[in-house]
């Protein structure tokens, strides 16, 4: 089966996001008001192939854990769609 | 006694790195290709600066996976001296010679102009000939320079005297004004718990000469005395199968 995968990664909280305080700041000076905790990030999507949903969720957290995010600074959230729930 | 200089695809500070070793302190400088698993035997690896691979995903996210960097990561943990300048730096983070990360500066610009630095300690193989407390004028040239570590990594470093240089202003405070990228504790530069393994953001190789100042050669100076050093102890244990041989019969 092929899966959908995207994957957020975020600044993890605590550490400085100097971007999305940037944009928070931006957004300010262009009038609009009550912006708060912008966080800015890297989305990732790719296609895979794996057996079933649990199996992607493994691999993907593993890629996760070695490279796509780096887990001194940075938070991720994996969301899967299987093929079912992709097509119309 | 050779120093090998890791090239990986879009490394930029190689060429000053060894021209910092062979003209700079007169030793041998090899560049090692990052495809390559072979170390040839130098005793000592400088990682320079640069954007390897881009600085695509993080800064020197891709870099820790290249072939060299098996035999770099095994050759740190067996003691061998690193020293990773800028993107090295990043490189050694991502890695995990190295605690902490690299992130955007602050102030969300490259910066790339002269800084001073404090040498907090001089017992690395890349500072001992320099005095506790010497401030030295280098350049930096990076957008992501920004040191941040959870807290408990940040005390350790301190208590384990592993902050091996910080930003300074002329007067050798390390105010925040000194600091151009927001690093936590200006930190500029930190070592491994065995103090073999070194990363800064700024560039010694870059301040080699009379014409841009000789502020850096220390880092390599310091190197070529501690491998001599190093081999000096080890020369009679070397030598001991000789004498034996020779009054055996």
Redesign the interface.
């Known amino acids: 089966m092929r899966f959908d995968i995207e994957i957020q990664v975020t600044?993890r909280e605590g550490?400085?996001d100097?971007?999305g305080q940037?944009i928070e700041q931006a957004l300010g000076n262009l009038g609009y008001a009550g912006v708060h905790h912008v966080k800015a990030g890297r989305l990732v999507r790719f296609e895979l192939d794996a057996d079933d949903a649990d199996e992607a969720r493994s691999s993907v957290e593993r890629m996760c854990e070695e490279?796509?995010a780096?887990p001194?600074?940075e938070r991720y959230e994996v969301q899967i769609r299987s093929p079912e729930t992709a097509s119309p | 006694m050779k120093i090998g200089i890791v090239r990986f695809p879009g490394s930029n500070c190689d060429q000053d790195c060894h021209r910092a070793v062979d003209e700079g302190v007169g030793a041998e400088a090899v560049y090692l290709w990052h495809k390559s698993h072979d170390l040839e035997g130098c005793r000592a690896i400088l990682l320079p600066g640069g954007f390897s691979y881009g600085d695509h995903l993080r800064a020197g996210a891709i870099a820790r996976f290249s072939p060299i960097m098996r035999e770099v990561i095994a050759f740190a943990i067996d003691g061998g001296p690193v020293l990773g300048i800028c993107n090295g730096f990043q490189v050694l983070c991502e890695a995990g010679l190295l605690p902490g990360a690299l992130v955007r500066n602050d102030s969300l610009r490259f910066r790339s102009h002269p800084v001073r630095v404090r040498v907090e300690q001089t017992d690395t193989p890349f500072t001992s000939e320099y005095e506790e407390g010497d401030v030295l004028r280098m350049p930096i040239a990076h957008g992501e320079g920004q040191y941040v570590a959870d807290q408990s990594v940040i005390d350790a470093l301190e208590s384990e005297r592993r902050v091996i240089f910080r930003y300074v202003d002329e007067l050798g405070q390390h105010t925040e004004e000194a600091n151009p990228n927001g690093s936590v504790r200006n930190i500029a530069g930190i070592c491994d718990e065995g103090r073999q393994v070194v990363g800064l953001m700024p560039h010694p190789e870059r301040v080699v000469s009379k014409l841009l100042g000789t502020d850096g050669l220390g880092v390599f100076h310091s190197l070529i005395r501690s491998l001599q050093a190093t081999e000096t102890v080890k020369a009679p244990a070397a030598d001991a199968p000789d004498v034996a041989e020779a009054s055996a019969p």
Do not use: Q, S
């Open positions: 600044p550490i400085v100097p971007e940037t490279l796509i780096n001194v600074i």
